[in-house]
């Protein structure tokens, strides 16, 4: 990613528009967009201005973004903190608003993971984390193709960053893109593999357990769906008192019982399903209730189910 580039990422993902950073760091919007747009180089005093608009050390991003191989610690936590400001535009603005913003910093992020030296590990496990987020919001707007391919390409960084949440979790959600492409055995096997991952957090394999008991159901196995199911609570009530990944914000006691809906649903049992799903909601937080995320599970309890009933 250019310098310009991750400049406009950070301040999207602080939710201040060009306007307001405009009026903020006391340069025309003008010139500010011709920077942003790599039409003009960035000077220090822009960069200067920005970090103290933000909060964010942003001139050390336009280093390493021109350096890819002095990655840091410190380098990849302003990323992370970029992309977790992000994910709450998204859940606040939708997926279309926040993804050219996303694909920037995921090219920015695989480059990283590439050429870093003493933080190759961690480079990659950001790398897949960004490019599953970017996968996620592909999908969202239905470009399932282009989501496969990135979630893959997320796995292969799991793969590299020896990290097993990472690989679990990109396993899993490489199935969940690659449902619409119609091949069962496929999405059953990328399944097998997220749950077989040893030593992923338990919140990652509660939520796997649940997504192979919602795909047995949808293909009409309902005796080894509802052995699934029963699995899957087992799962979720293991891993009730710990926290998510910060990749799982969005997971909550109400998420996995919207989920457990949606199972129930699947199986034919429609009214358990939208109980199970109505107290999903109200023990979830208040900030998810109008995502895209969640409008997706609770279609699958039932077509006409909404966050207000």
Do not use: C
Request: no cysteine; hydrophobic share 45%.
């Amino acid at each position: 990613m250019e310098p310009g580039a991750l400049m406009r990422a950070a301040r999207e993902a602080a939710g201040i528009s060009l306007r307001a950073m405009a009026e903020r760091s006391y340069y025309s919007k003008a010139y500010l967009s011709l920077i942003e747009t790599g039409r003009r180089p960035v000077p220090a005093g822009v960069v200067a201005a920005y970090e103290r608009v933000l909060g964010t050390g942003v001139e050390r991003l336009t280093t390493v973004a021109r350096t890819p191989a002095r990655v840091d610690a410190a380098a990849l936590s302003d990323v992370a903190t970029i992309l977790a400001a992000t994910r709450r535009i998204e859940d606040a603005a939708g997926a279309l608003t926040v993804l050219p913003a996303v694909r920037g910093m995921a090219e920015m992020a695989e480059t990283f993971a590439s050429e870093a030296k003493a933080e190759r590990d961690a480079a990659a496990a950001l790398a897949s984390e960004i490019m599953q987020y970017r996968g996620w919001l592909e999908h969202a707007i239905g470009a399932d193709t282009a989501a496969r391919r990135t979630v893959a390409t997320a796995v292969g960084l799991a793969k590299e960053s020896r990290e097993p949440d990472r690989l679990a979790h990109s396993l899993g959600f490489l199935g969940y893109v690659t449902v619409s492409a119609g091949n069962y055995d496929a999405v059953i096997g990328l399944s097998d593999a997220a749950l077989a991952v040893r030593d992923a957090h338990p919140v990652v394999t509660a939520y796997g357990r649940m997504r192979r008991a919602e795909l047995l159901a949808t293909h009409r196995e309902p005796t080894a769906a509802q052995r699934a199911l029963v699995r899957a609570d087992e799962a979720t009530a293991a891993a009730d008192s710990i926290s998510p990944p910060a990749s799982m914000y969005w997971w909550s006691t109400g998420f996995a019982a919207v989920q457990r809906g949606g199972v129930l649903a699947l199986l034919g049992n429609t009214a358990d399903g939208i109980t199970e799903a109505t107290y999903g909601l109200t023990a979830m937080p208040t900030e998810h209730r109008r995502t895209e995320w969640l409008a997706s599970a609770l279609r699958r309890v039932d077509p006409d189910m909404s966050a207000d009933g």
